[in-house]
């Protein structure tokens, strides 16, 4: 009797399955959201019951939790770190216990994109790129009409008050500029889920997440007066 190959799919069958076009199976892939598949020639790949197991949760992540892509790949990355069965499940649980702070919102609330650009005077084709980046996640009603999540209205507004403070998109800022934020505390943010799982696996979950509550603005006050110190550092040694 034959083994039944751990990679069956083919691109094709990888689109059927998921309800996503080719061209999106291959931004994932080249975005580090999907592993590529197992290559048997130049331009022949097959894939396994892993890629359509990922793509649906980086959909409902898009969908039901309204995370943009970059949130998605650090998320994702966090979860691919070997975690243990227990750390994962401290995770969740901690999860549970958060929900309904400003640190773990299920279900973002929608909000219209065009009165935000008008009110901020930031262009749509701005979030639109934001989009692309992966900084946020735009959808569209029943009607068409362009939204975005409540919970990333900030980050629209901080890029108009940076082209108001003198990064004008004049001098070439833009949206683009945003990523090295995100990159950085991406970073951070990948080591902290791993100090949090390997170093608190002996408290209970609530323990936990009563510990990431009270650190989380000591940790925003570490981050602010380092950057702070490193500009400072900066300067005095031109």
């Given at each position: 009797?034959?083994?039944?190959?751990?990679?069956?799919?083919?691109?094709?069958?990888?689109?059927?399955?998921?309800?996503?076009?080719?061209?999106?199976?291959?931004?994932?892939?080249?975005?580090?959201?999907?592993?590529?598949g197992h290559k048997t020639g130049r331009n022949m790949?097959?894939?396994?019951?892993?890629?359509?197991?990922?793509?649906?949760?980086?959909?409902?992540?898009?969908?039901?939790?309204?995370?943009?892509?970059?949130?998605?790949?650090?998320?994702?990355?966090?979860?691919?770190?070997?975690?243990?069965?227990?750390?994962?499940?401290?995770?969740?649980?901690?999860?549970?216990?958060?929900?309904?702070?400003?640190?773990?919102?299920?279900?973002?609330?929608?909000?219209?994109?065009?009165?935000?650009?008008?009110?901020?005077?930031?262009?749509?084709?701005?979030?639109?790129?934001?989009?692309?980046?992966?900084?946020?996640?735009?959808?569209?009603?029943?009607?068409?009409?362009?939204?975005?999540?409540?919970?990333?209205?900030?980050?629209?507004?901080?890029?108009?008050?940076?082209?108001?403070?003198?990064?004008?998109?004049?001098?070439?800022?833009?949206?683009?500029?945003?990523?090295?934020?995100?990159?950085?505390?991406?970073?951070?943010?990948?080591?902290?889920?791993?100090?949090?799982?390997?170093?608190?696996?002996?408290?209970?979950?609530?323990?936990?997440?009563?510990?990431?509550?009270?650190?989380?603005?000591?940790?925003?006050?570490?981050?602010?007066?380092?950057?702070?110190?490193?500009?400072?550092?900066f300067v005095s040694a031109i």
């Amino acid at each position: 009797m034959s083994r039944r190959s751990p990679h069956p799919y083919r691109m094709k069958d990888l689109c059927e399955r998921t309800g996503l076009p080719r061209q999106a199976i291959h931004f994932y892939i080249r975005e580090g959201l999907l592993p590529e598949g197992h290559k048997t020639g130049r331009n022949m790949a097959y894939y396994g019951e892993e890629h359509i197991e990922r793509i649906q949760l980086i959909r409902r992540l898009q969908e039901e939790r309204f995370l943009p892509l970059r949130a998605i790949k650090v998320v994702l990355g966090a979860k691919d770190r070997s975690l243990s069965d227990a750390q994962q499940r401290l995770l969740r649980e901690v999860k549970q216990h958060l929900v309904g702070t400003s640190l773990v919102t299920l279900a973002p609330r929608k909000v219209a994109l065009a009165p935000i650009c008008e009110r901020v005077g930031v262009s749509r084709k701005d979030v639109e790129r934001m989009a692309e980046l992966g900084l946020l996640s735009v959808e569209h009603d029943a009607h068409g009409k362009p939204q975005v999540a409540e919970s990333d209205i900030w980050l629209i507004e901080s890029l108009s008050q940076l082209r108001q403070s003198g990064l004008s998109e004049a001098l070439g800022f833009g949206p683009d500029d945003l990523v090295m934020f995100e990159e950085a505390i991406a970073g951070v943010f990948v080591k902290e889920i791993a100090l949090i799982s390997e170093r608190l696996t002996h408290l209970t979950a609530s323990e936990v997440a009563l510990i990431v509550q009270r650190v989380q603005p000591i940790v925003n006050q570490i981050l602010t007066r380092l950057h702070d110190a490193k500009i400072a550092s900066f300067v005095s040694a031109i």
